[in-house]
Structure formats: C-alpha cells, structure tokens
C-alpha cells in the first residue's frame, strides 16, 4: 500500500506539452479518477506514474520513494490497459502468471496465485483457452486477474471500461470498485472520460484540461463548488448554464447585462463583484437550479419556451431569454407549448460566478 | 442484368489471368521438358516442347558428377547460415529500430534504408577487394557473412514489429520484462509470420545468388551449386546446356516446394513491406 505523489511533473512532446506542471496526491488506498476530455494528458500523467513516459521536469513518488529514475518493472505497480494488452500467444493461466514469471516466483507459488487471482474473478473456467477466444468482458477480467495477481501497490487503470457495451460498463463499474477499493484496497488511480464513471467510483477526481490539474475534489465538492468554468461546465448533464454579461450598477444594486436580459445579483454577492463592476463575469446555473413560472401572476425573468426533452423521469425545458438559451429541468408532469411566454428564476443559493477572462470561480467575500 | 456484367467481368479476368500465368510459366515448362531432351534436339529452332527421344541422360551426367554432393552441401551449408543468421539478427535489429527508444535512432534507420537504393552490384568490387586482404576469397565465409544481416530484412521486421499494439510492450515493460525480455517473450513469438515470410525469401536469395559465389569462390570443392553447374559443363566453344537445364531444375525443387507450402508467408512479406512505411 502507498501514497502517489505527483511534485510540479510536466511532459511535453514537441512542441505540445502534454502535462504541463502538475501537483497531485493520491492517498494510501484512495480511489483517485483523473477525469477529462480526451487529449487533456490524464493518460498521459498515468503514464509518467507508470513509468512508461519519463517526466521533463518534476518529481514523482510512490510510497515514500521518488520512481523518476525506477524502470516501470520495479514501481510496483499494475497497469491495466483499454485495449487490455493481453499476450495474444499465451492462454489465459499463462497471461496471469505472466507478471510473476517474470518476476522469478517459484512455479508452485505462482499457481497458487493464479488460481487464487481468477478464483477471485470468477474466469477458472477460462484459464486454458486463448485471449482470442474470450468476450470483451471476459478479456477485461483476465487482465484485471493479471494486475492483481502481483499484489501491487498501486493500481493504474486507463480507460479500463470503455470497451464494453453499456449494460457490462455498468456492472463492471461496480464490481472494479468493490474489488480494488473495499476487498484489495489498494491505492488506485484511474483514467476516464466519462463523468459518470468518476462520479460513482472515485473517491476523489482530479479534472484536467490542456495538461493542467484544475481542481481535485470529492464528487460533491465538483458538482457543487466548481473551482473553475472548465470544471462547471465538464461536470453534470445536461451541463450548468453559463450567461455571459457585464457586471453594472443599477438603483445602487449590482446586476448583470446579459445579452437583452438583466439579472439581479444575489446580495451575499454583491461584495464580491463590487471590483468586477464594468466588467465581463460569466454566470453558471444548473437546469436544477432553476424554477419556472407560466400564466397570470408570475414573476422573474421572461422566456419563450423552444421545446421540451422528455426522458422519462425528468424533462428538460429549453428557452430562450434575451439572447440566450437556457435548458431547465422540469416536472415530467408539467406542459408546455413552443413558444409559450414564461418567466424563470435562479436559486439565488447555487448560483456560481466565473471571471470570462481566466476562467476562474469569483468566491464570496 | 447488373450480376451478369460481374460475371463477364470475373470471367475475362480469368482468362487474362491464366494466359498471363502460361507466359510466365513457360520457361519454367520449357526447362522441364528441355531437362529430359538431348541437346540436339533442345537447341532446335523451332523449338520443340515433346522430347523425342526422351532421355534420362542430363540428370544422370549431373548426379554423376562427383561434386555434385559437394555443390549442395555448401549450398545447404550457405543458405542455413544466412536464414538462421537473418531471422534472429535482422528480428532484433528490426525489434529496436521498432520499439526501443534511443539517440540518433531514426538517422541510423535512414542512413540502413540509403544502403537499400544502391544496387547489390555495386558493391561487389570493393567487397571482393576487401575480402581478398582479409583471406575470405575462396571461403564459404565470403558468402556467408555479407548475407548474415540486410536492411530489407530489418525493414521488413521493423515493419511487422510496428504494426503490434505499443499497449502489449507497455505491459510487458509494466509485467517486469526488460527489452531484452519483452523480445524473447513477446516480440519474437509473435513475430512468427514475418520471421516465416523473411525465411523464406533469404531461403530463395541465397539458393539461387549466383554472381557473388561466382566472384568469391574459386576452387572447384568450394563451388555453390549454380556456379558447380555453369562450370561442370562449360565446355571450350560451347556450352552443353541441358545438363544444366536439368540441374537448374532439380536446384529449383527445394524453392518451389518451400513456395508451395508457405506462400502464405510470402503473400504476408509483401504485404508488410507494401504497407504503411
């Protein structure tokens, strides 16, 4: 068991710069989830931890000790890869024992092993065919036995679902968390796109964008306290709304000139975006957060009605006010005509400002 | 109406096809026929394709030669030393300019590739000069070692080598396998396809190379067997040919035996030097 730690590790390719100056901790036995859309380095980043790409500049430390210079063989560490790797002249047993082999364990001891691993795994009855001749949910289990096989202190796991079909990604996303962090809990670092997969499995998540780290945090902590406009937008579906506009001084209270719409400024923030005054601020809202009002007698900001999303459980109302458009969520039992005049207002609570310019969350004062 | 059109078209392909196929075959055809005539008759004009009479004679003056089991064993003796030599060596070679990283290693790989665009030809002279200050004229040794390693062959392995998912090296690497291992144990084996096909084609170049055995070699007991055969009956104003044809012929059973058999690897040879660079 042990820690990973990533000290200011940046990578670059060329030109590119694939990591670009990161700090993470990862703590013993946590469940650590890199999120980010693809090309944003976390796979590369677990590739420097893994010890398959060397770090330009940066240190990187698994337990107590610094690996810069450590071969990927001698990291303990275990890898399973999104295309599983599997050696495709080796039966299964052989592909499990493969790591140990390698290693020199005794032949008696590495049965024993494997048997305990694919117990484990519920694949026994597969040791003796080819990776061929597996399923893709089969191939994953193998590789998985693979990597536990060596009771490694860490566990790297790149994109490790994204080949299944969805009704075996979800049942796999439940299983790998059970298996790596409740039964093995081992120190596990995993790699996704899918925000879905991070929110069920991490225990925290470390969202990147262009090589850089924005914010590491509890599910919660992301979905609720977004650090960054990056952040705001990537986490949640349908995604937060974001209204861009000037901040201004109206009847000495502070609003918001969004195109062709004023929006009021609550007055726990007012403070806050005193020094904003005159400039561009971007608002975020989550369809959640926002409640709407039809027919006689209602009040707040007014919309036209574009069309409604029914999925069933939730509908999602999408308008248009001024000259953005907005998606809402709404009561499935709720009707609505295209083109219908309505007024809809924010929880003054979840609303969330960003600087247009960095990006960057504007906190209460 | 559209399938008949298909049909037609399958049709005169074939037929394109097999009239093409008799051409080249015809050579091949002649020699066979050619080997079991007197050279009388095999030096007609017209040429006639029906020996008449038919005579075993050609192959008996070529098996009772008494070097003729010479001939062959340092053929076989050459031909082994350059496969075994070519697939383990050009593998390796082909495995790090695939998937080792290190400094000047694309340089290096151009400057191999620049060695393939000059004409084996012309390197013969200097290498017959240099070979004759190092005493490898007149030894086996001539032929074998400049056939040991060639920048087809690493181009050809290289090419098989990258065509593999990079994933399975990583976790080779992961699993605790250094290069050295991650070629024994994974890159070797599943390079079986290609090793066959680069096999096969040493096979067939060092088993018909002629003009280098013929500078090199120089002693009658050092012959390889298509410069034995050219010598054995070469004759002061002529050449006695069909004992010739018929070695040809009986030289050519390995080769096409071997083609029979494994043209599958040959079809993967081109394919892999056909594909991407």
Redesign the interface.
Known sequence: MARVMLQGVTKRFGDTIAVNNVDLQVADGEFMVLLGPSGCGKSTTMRLIAGLEDPDEGEIYIGNRLVNEIEPSKRNIAMVFQSYALYPHMTVYKNIAFPLKMRGVPKDEIDRKVKEAADMLNIIHLLKRMPRQLSGGEMQRVALARAIVREPMVFLLDEPLSNLDAKLRVKMRFELRKLLHDELKVTTVYVTHDQVEALTMADRIAVMKKGRVLQVDVADGLFNRPRDIFVAGFIGSPPMNFIEGVVNEHDGALVIDAKGLELPMPTHFQEALKSYLNSEITVGVRPQDIKVFQGKGARGILGYVLGVERLGTESYLHIISGDCTIVIRVDPESKFKEGERIWWVPRETRLHFFDTKTGAVIAKT | MRLSFRLIMAIVGYIVLTVVAIIYLMPFIRSITASFMTWEQAQRMPPEWIPDPFTTRPFEQILGLKYFPVWLINSVIISASIVTAQTILASMAGFAFARVKFPGREMLFSLLLATMMMPGIVTLMPTYALFSKVGLIDNLLGIIIPGLCGASSIFLMRQYYLSM?Q??F?????????FL?IFR??AF??ARPALGALAIYQFLGSWNSFLGPLAILKSIEKFTLPVGLLFAFNRAWYVEYSPIIAGSTLAAAPTIIIFIIFNKYLIKGIQLTAGKR
């Open positions: 998912p994933d399975l990583d976790a080779a690497r992961v699993d605790g396998c250094t291992k144990h994974i084996p599943l």
